[in-house]
């Protein structure tokens, strides 16, 4: 089963970039998975970022694609997330997350392996 | 407010079953996307449950069920265990929001 580590500052102050990178374990960035993030929020739960395939194919959330970027570095396995202007509303815990799905009607993607999370708190 | 609409909270004592409504609409569940479920046992990611509306992932109990209908979806656990205890969401695909939607979650507590 794939492993998946989140890492990156857990404050960011108001107005910048929040930048998060996560490690896949065992060489699994694989052409069937879409590779993504999701987040956590007491207030609004569970909503999802983007999503990524090797092909660098991307969908992002409308509500958060003006400000948002998810990048693939295949040869040292890593998945990046860049959300810019940050405000305090975007604190939350954030996953990462390998993503299945078909792209055919009626498919939902679904989310297969989720990392541990990690809490980024927008402050001054 | 969730796009799926799932109940705050229920509850069961041991042994007993109880059933999560994930209600939708025709752009979501109601238009034929299929409806996965997640576990979050306290202070841990979500893990998948159920996908595709009623497959179980390898290792999933079968005491877990899933079911869909029209609009709605539902999650059933029989034989509630104490490990059982855990926030459950619901999450589908909007063709009008063109993205995932999740439910606000439904905690079940076995009493």
């Known amino acids: 089963q794939v492993q998946l580590k989140e890492s990156g500052p857990g404050l960011v102050k108001p107005s910048e970039t929040l930048s998060l990178t996560c490690v896949v374990s065992?060489?699994?960035?694989?052409?069937?998975?879409?590779w993504g993030w999701i987040r956590q929020t007491p207030g609004k739960g569970l909503e999802w970022i983007g999503i990524i395939n090797l092909s660098g194919r991307t969908y992002y959330n409308p509500s958060l694609q003006s400000r948002v970027s998810i990048s693939l570095d295949t040869p040292n396995n890593q998945l990046s997330l860049s959300l810019a202007s940050v405000r305090a509303t975007d604190t939350a815990v954030y996953y990462c997350?390998?993503?299945?799905?078909?792209?055919?009607?009626?498919?939902?993607?679904?989310?297969?392996?989720w990392g541990q999370g990690t809490l980024v708190t927008v402050s001054s | 407010q969730s796009v799926l609409t799932q109940p705050p909270s229920v509850s069961g004592a041991p042994g007993q079953s109880v059933t999560i409504s994930c209600t939708g609409s025709t752009s979501n569940i109601g238009a034929g996307y299929d409806v996965h479920w997640y576990q979050q046992l306290p202070g841990t990611a979500p893990k998948l449950l159920i996908h595709d509306n009623i497959n179980r992932p390898a290792g999933v109990p079968d005491r877990f069920f899933g079911s869909k209908s029209g609009t709605s979806a539902s999650l059933a656990i029989t034989g509630l265990q104490a490990e059982d205890e855990a926030d459950y969401y619901c999450q589908s695909y909007d063709s009008s929001l063109t993205g995932w939607v999740f439910g606000g979650g439904t905690k079940v507590t076995v009493v």
């Open positions: 065992n060489d699994f960035l694989t052409s069937e998975h879409y």
């Open positions: 997350a390998t993503v299945e799905w078909m792209e055919v009607w009626g498919s939902s993607p679904r989310v297969s392996d």
